[in-house]
């Protein structure tokens, strides 16, 4: 059960847009440019993104994408939300209230292999929550230095 | 990314290989009726069971599956491995390597996006190899009981 690329592109999109300087947004477009991604499942992620209000959409001649809220405020939790749902990865069908002893395992408790693959979850959910937006925008100008940011910025102005 | 619901069927299939007598084996057919599932998907499952050496084979008129070793060394862990394979969910495709700051992000250090993600697998893998198939197995026989496990014998006995 492989993760969709969408959420590897997403986390780089966000962390793009948290590097903008205020007030700035960047089309679908040019995010995907940025990683030479395909830009028709960028902007579809990115409407996702939108959905699950972690981007917004500025509408305009200069419109495009913003984060919708500070980047210390988007987990990679909430971005592997917004682009593979909600429901659990773990699905229940209850399988022990089939057959021969159907009866005999139709608790009102959780099955215990359900409630196993749960808690894993909400360990690696817990993990992801820790890791914001900011943490990797961070990262990413450290990695970038003074040069790569002046770099950075130029392209920005470039594509706006 | 849901989970294939084989891992489920394989976690309760394992649970019912352990509440075997010993030197006792069921066929496929068998375990899939035991949770009324597809028999050729039952059989597909625990075909990838044997090949990761969680459940082997045994020939003959009373042939069909065991445990290939103790329920207390087998973890859910190892049966959802067996069934999704063994790669990370999160694919890191180093997207930071492509386009106008590519060689900025062009880092021998792990993407710390990646990194996060790896991290909550880990998180997630340490919780799954905690929980053993015998201690699914124990909880379901306390489910059970007595009466529930006289029936579960008696079944047994039937389809052998």
New interface residues.
């Given amino acids: ?5 969408g ?3 997403s ?2 999109a966000c ?1 793009v847009l948290a590097g903008l300087p205020q007030s700035v947004a960047l089309r679908a477009s040019a995010l995907a ?5 395909p830009p028709a499942y960028m902007a579809k992620h990115l409407q996702a993104l939108s959905r699950a209000g972690i981007v917004r959409s500025v509408r305009g001649v200069r419109g495009g994408y913003r984060l919708a809220r500070p980047a210390n405020e988007i987990s ?1 939790w909430d971005i592997r939300q917004a682009i ?1 749902g909600t ?1 659990p ?5 209850e ?2 209230r ?4 159907s009866e ?2 139709a ?1 009102s408790r959780p099955c ?3 409630a ?2 749960w ?3 909400r ?6 929550q820790m ?1 914001t937006v900011a ?2 925008a961070d ?2 100008a450290k ?3 003074a040069k ?1 940011a002046a ?2 910025q130029a ?1 920005v102005k470039e594509v706006r």
């Fill in positions: 059960m492989k993760i969709s690329e959420v590897e592109w986390c780089h962390a440019a940025f990683h030479e991604l990679l593979e429901t990865d773990f699905q229940c069908r399988i022990r089939n057959g021969p002893c005999l395992g608790s215990a292999i359900a196993a693959f808690a894993a979850e360990a690696y959910q817990q993990n992801l890791v943490h990797i990262g990413v990695l970038y230095g790569g770099r950075f392209w």
